[in-house]
């Protein structure tokens, strides 16, 4: 019989391209791994892995095994949801949960101290990872519950065995000094208010870089970018000085000091934050107990 660990190795060699690259995210040493696969094809009588590059691919034995496991694992889940059951659905255990990094300040932070008091027989380790690390993790079965937000406006696509649920609209509004004249204005900011101001950016290829490209996008001048910080306690320290501006999701910000403002955009950028888990953990009462402590600890929505 295929052993689920030599199962759950295929898999994620499969997805990572490499024996190293598996082992570091199940845990193990490569040589563990390869001890692994090894013992599944003497298992099925056959090669499931094939040298490509410095990589390895599915053989078509390989593939076969892959395609079948995510039944495996579901069959697996729901064994234990039913023994879970038994124990009147009280949230208890280890529940595994990946999220990205302003999730993590803005939403599970604030959460974790009532869904501690609620559940205390329930342990929760929370690891930082971007959505598409995040749900590949839920995917293999290395974690249990992932939050991860749509890029650039896209939801971002799911595998069949996954089920997602909005939690949360995430905001971007402009942090400035008091005495920045646009704090003068009484109405959310428009395109043409920005044009002429000196701006502190997230790096691009960050998803608040986008937004920042985006607020720009019907204009033809060039918006003004003094800095580059990917950091959002930083960004705030330089617009204190009075000078630049700066484009943050609610979120991500930590606490206005003395003497900065938030303002509202006319259009501001969004990004929706989900919640996902495998579909055959539909039943599990920890991931409920975490989805609804969740949803009844939400944001504010005042800029």
Do not use: Y
């Not at 995040?134 to 595998?159: E, N, Q």
């Not at 290829?205 to 204009?219: I, K, P």
């Not at 003497?259 to 579909?279: D, F, T």
């Amino acid at each position: 019989m295929i052993e689920v660990g030599a199962l759950r190795a295929l898999r994620s060699v499969a997805a990572l391209g490499t024996l190293a690259r598996a082992a570091d995210e199940l845990g193990f040493t490569a040589s563990a791994v390869s001890q692994q696969i090894k013992r599944l094809e003497r298992q099925v009588g056959l090669p499931v892995l094939a040298p490509a590059g410095r990589g390895v691919v599915l053989t078509p034995a390989g593939q076969a095994i892959v395609d079948a496991a995510p039944e495996v694992f579901q069959a697996l889940e729901r064994c234990a949801e039913a023994a879970q059951s038994v124990a009147d659905g009280a949230p208890q255990g280890t529940l595994r949960l990946v999220a990205f990094s302003t999730g993590i300040r803005g939403l599970l932070a604030p959460t974790m101290p009532r869904l501690s008091k609620r559940c205390p027989d329930l342990r929760v380790e929370i690891s930082e990872q971007d959505p598409d690390q995040a749900l590949h993790s839920i995917d293999a079965g290395t974690a249990d519950l992932a939050l991860a937000h749509d890029a650039d406006g896209l939801p971002v696509p799911l595998s069949p065995s996954l089920t997602r649920r909005l939690l949360h609209t995430d905001i971007g509004d402009v942090v400035m000094a008091r005495t920045h004249r646009l704090a003068k204005l009484d109405r959310p900011l428009t395109s043409a208010d920005l044009i002429g101001h000196r701006w502190v950016t997230s790096p691009p290829g960050t998803v608040c870089h986008q937004w920042f490209r985006r607020l720009f996008a019907d204009v033809p001048e060039e918006p003004d970018v003094c800095h580059r910080v990917d950091d959002f306690s930083t960004q705030m320290s330089l617009v204190a000085g009075g000078e630049v501006l700066a484009l943050i999701p609610r979120l991500a910000r930590p606490p206005l000091r003395e003497g900065l403002i938030s303002h509202p955009l006319h259009r501001p950028p969004q990004r929706e934050v989900h919640a996902v888990w495998r579909s055959s953990a539909n039943a599990s009462p920890a991931i409920q107990a975490v989805l609804a402590e969740l949803e009844a600890t939400a944001p504010p929505d005042a800029p």
